[in-house]
Antibody
C-alpha cells in the first residue's frame, strides 16, 4: 500500500532551523506531487507548500515565503521540508501529503490521498 | 488568495442523524473542492474529491455536492466512528496549492 513515512519529533530553540523528511514507498515518487501541511496545537490545517519530485518546481504559501524550502531526493524517494528562523508559533505537527500534480500548470483534482504520520516540531527556549 | 469558510464550526448530533456541513469559497473554484476527516492525533483522511467523488474505501453514507462557491458535505446515518473534525479544501489555483477551511467538529449529543 502506498505510504509516506516521516522522520521523528524535533525540539528546537527559537531562531534555529528544522528539516523534516518524508519517505515514499510502493509508488513511483516522480508521478505525484508532495504537499506540506501543518497543524498548531488545537488549531486547523495550514497548507505550507508544494513540490514536484519530477522537476523540483515549488509553490510556497505567501506567509512562509523566505523561511521554508522544499526539496526532494529522487534516489531515495524522499521529500524534505526545511523551516528556518523558528518561532514559538511554528510549534505544530507537520504532515507531508501526496497529490496528483506533477507540474506547476496542474490543478490538484483528486485531493491529497496519502499522508505521512506527522512530525511534531516543538520550538521552545 | 482564495478564502474558505466552513459552517458551523461545531455541531452536536446523535448516532443515526443526517448531518450537513457547508463550505463557501471567496471566489468560484469550479469543482476543485475536497473534504477530509481528522480524528485526534491522526493525519487527515481524504473523503471526497472533485466536490462529489467518493474516495475509494470511504463509506457511501458520505456524500458531497456543490460547485462554484458553495459546497456541502452530508453524512447520512451518523455512525460512532464519524465523530471527528471535518475540513474542506480548495485546490483550484495553479501552481498547485490547497487552502483549508477552519474545520467543523462533529460531537456526540
Amino acid at each position: 500500500q502506498d505510504q509516506l513515512v516521516q522522520s521523528g519529533a524535533e525540539v528546537k530553540k527559537p531562531g534555529a532551523s528544522v528539516k523534516v523528511s518524508c519517505k515514499a514507498s510502493f509508488y513511483t515518487f516522480t508521478s505525484y506531487g508532495i504537499n506540506w501541511v501543518r497543524q498548531a496545537p488545537g488549531q486547523g490545517l495550514e497548507w505550507m507548500g508544494w513540490i514536484s519530485p519530477l522537476n523540483g518546481n515549488t509553490n510556497y504559501a505567501q506567509k512562509l515565503q523566505g523561511r521554508v524550502t522544499l526539496t526532494t531526493d529522487t534516489s531515495t524517494s524522499t521529500a524534505y521540508m526545511e523551516l528556518r528562523s523558528l518561532r514559538s508559533d511554528d510549534t505544530a505537527v507537520y504532515y507531508c501529503a501526496r497529490d496528483d500534480c506533477r507540474t506547476t500548470s496542474c490543478r490538484i483534482y483528486y485531493g491529497m490521498d496519502v499522508w505521512g504520520q506527522g512530525t511534531t516540531v516543538t520550538v521552545s527556549s | 488568495d482564495i478564502q474558505m469558510t466552513q459552517s458551523p464550526s461545531s455541531l452536536s448530533a446523535s448516532v443515526g442523524d443526517r448531518v450537513s456541513i457547508t463550505c463557501r469559497a471567496s471566489q468560484s473554484i469550479s469543482s476543485y473542492l475536497n473534504w477530509y476527516q481528522q480524528k485526534p492525533g491522526k493525519a487527515p483522511k481524504l473523503l471526497i474529491y472533485g466536490a462529489s467523488s467518493l474516495q475509494s474505501g470511504v463509506p457511501s453514507r458520505f456524500s458531497g455536492s456543490g460547485s462554484g462557491t458553495d459546497f456541502t458535505l452530508t453524512i447520512n446515518g451518523l455512525q460512532p466512528e464519524d465523530f471527528a473534525t471535518y475540513y474542506c479544501q480548495q485546490t483550484y489555483n495553479t501552481p498547485p496549492e490547497g487552502t483549508f477551511g477552519q474545520g467543523t467538529k462533529v460531537e456526540i449529543k
